[in-house]
């Protein structure tokens, strides 16, 4: 019997490991970190026959038949190394999970910011076409959870077998990934994240387009000025998409989806009128182009497409309307994990605004960020561990309206006096920062927001 190791008791090592188990390899699952938690899905899993080692690194020396790894985990861990050295196959989930499913075509979106909102609108589009199209990877299932149910719909021969795998991929699965290769492949957006994981831009950039190159065919953003300044020569039989009309259009101008009088185009046909999206901010009808771009690739007509878009209502924790009270606005905004999310964030909602920020923080460029503030911020509440490297951040340029009030107990009761005070229409949270040093993820902290609103609300 195989064996194999799974790196990481998440949602996606655990799927790893009961798909393994279901083509009867010997499975183990080590992860460093214990918990109330995590003692419980040890618990579910040993009465599975998976073996599950908390509070231990992946040791080499067992040397197991193959390697998998949750996209959290390092791909330039030492130990990985030395198992890559040794000849043990070591690959990512996603990976893993392509392999159980490269018999059905994929849409592969990557990108800094972007992903979440094109994967969910492009799942909506193919869904409402008739496909059976679920979103996976960083949104919906994991992507080894489908390759299981998919596994079980052939084995047992009932059920709908998927058409289309709707995924959105980060750079860390890409990186663990050696035979990926979706069908149609979208790049969202490119600005530096992760660096402390990649180390340099080119280094994060080259991943990036890594899922590109594989893919059969590319959508790119063309207002993206990274990506318009260094993939023009790459991607030249690409379908680049525009805000700006027409004229802006890169690589095959008959391939290209633009804006043009109010109507998202292609090839001088109007497919839908861009109202009948209801996401606010200029960066949502970039997300938009890019999933009208793939569902046309695909052969979708404008009719479903347009059905889609009108029913589409947003992203838990990008930009979404949580309520109103007293006149004010306040919108959910977790997702910016990064400066350049939450600049978006702040420029897709009305001022004066009341901006919640902090968390753990990320390298990167807080310039644009910055400016945004001072442009439509009335105040700014910090939590987290950011708090007082922004609050001095802030007060370098001359920003004054700022408090640390560390947590967001603190913080809504506060941005309501707040918002009274200065006739704010928005509070907004939107962090610009990782959750991990109060939360388990920008879901958690999301939904603790959305919570305590909802509380002060009623």
Same mark, same amino acid.
């Given at each position: ?7 990481? @008791?998440?949602?996606?090592? *655990?799927?790893?490991?009961? /798909? ?9 699952? &080590? ?6 938690? @995590? ?14 080692? #908390? ?7 067992? &040397?197991?038949?193959?390697? +998998? +790894? ?6 330039? @861990? ?10 043990? =196959?070591?690959?990512? =989930? ?30 909506? %589009? ?47 699965? %890409?990186?663990? &990934?050696?035979?990926?290769?979706? $069908?149609?492949? !979208? ?24 899922? @590109? ?19 023009? =020569? ?11 009309? $027409?004229?802006? #259009? ?17 090839? *001088? ?37 347009? =059905?889609?878009?009108?029913?589409? &209502? ?40 009341? #901006? ?26 910090? !939590? ?20 640390? +009030? ?5 913080? !809504? ?38 919570? #305590?609103? /909802?509380?002060?609300?009623?």
């Amino acid at each position: 019997m195989p064996n194999a190791h799974i790196i990481g @008791l998440g949602r996606s090592g *655990n799927a790893a490991a009961r /798909l393994l188990k279901s083509q009867e390899w010997q499975v183990t699952i &080590s992860d460093r970190n214990t918990s109330p938690k @995590l003692h419980q899905q040890q618990q579910q899993l040993i009465n599975e026959g998976i073996n599950v080692n #908390l509070g231990e690194n992946f040791d080499p020396e067992t &040397s197991p038949d193959l390697v +998998v +790894v949750s996209p959290g985990v390092p791909w330039d @861990l030492p130990v990985l190394e030395i198992a890559r050295n040794r000849g043990i =196959e070591t690959i990512g =989930e996603m990976e893993l999970a392509w392999r159980n499913l490269d018999f059905i075509p994929w849409v592969g979106i990557t990108g800094t910011n972007g992903k979440t909102t094109t994967t969910a609108l492009t799942a909506a %589009i193919f869904q409402a076409a008739g496909f059976n199209a679920p979103a996976c990877g960083n949104i919906g299932n994991a992507a080894c959870e489908l390759a299981l149910q998919q596994q079980e719909i052939r084995a047992l021969k009932t059920g709908k077998l998927v058409d289309w795998v709707i995924a959105e991929v980060s750079s860390y699965q %890409i990186e663990s &990934s050696s035979t990926f290769a979706p $069908k149609i492949g !979208i790049w969202t957006t490119f600005t530096p994240d992760h660096l402390s994981r990649h180390q340099t831009l080119e280094n994060y950039y080259n991943i990036k387009a890594k899922l @590109l190159k594989k893919a059969e065919i590319q959508v790119i953003n063309g207002d993206d000025p990274y990506l318009r300044q260094n993939g023009s =020569e790459h991607w030249k039989d690409a379908c680049w998409t525009s805000v700006n009309g $027409k004229a802006e #259009l890169m690589g095959n101008p008959e391939l290209g989806v633009y804006i043009e009088d109010d109507y998202v185009c292609q090839n *001088n046909h109007q497919i839908l009128p861009i109202h009948a999206l209801k996401m606010v901010g200029k960066h949502n009808l970039q997300n938009l182009l890019m999933s009208v771009a793939a569902a046309r690739l695909a052969g979708i007509e404008p009719a479903a497409i347009q =059905e889609a878009i009108s029913n589409f &209502s947003g992203v838990p924790h990008r930009l979404e309307y949580v309520g109103s009270w007293q006149g004010i606005d306040w919108i959910n905004d977790s997702k910016a994990t990064n400066y350049d999310a939450a600049e978006v964030g702040l420029a897709a909602v009305e001022a004066p605004v009341i #901006l919640i920020a902090g968390g753990e923080p990320k390298e990167g460029d807080d310039r644009q960020w910055v400016q945004r503030i001072q442009e439509k911020a009335a105040a700014v509440l910090l !939590i987290g561990d950011a708090a007082e490297q922004f609050s001095q951040r802030l007060k370098q340029v001359n920003y004054q309206t700022v408090e640390i +009030v560390e947590t967001m107990e603190n913080a !809504i009761p506060k941005a309501a006096e707040l918002a009274r005070q200065f006739s704010a229409k928005v509070v907004l949270l939107s962090p610009a920062c990782a959750s991990f040093d109060q939360y388990e993820s920008f879901e958690h902290r999301g939904d603790h927001f959305r919570q #305590l609103c /909802l509380e002060f609300m009623s």
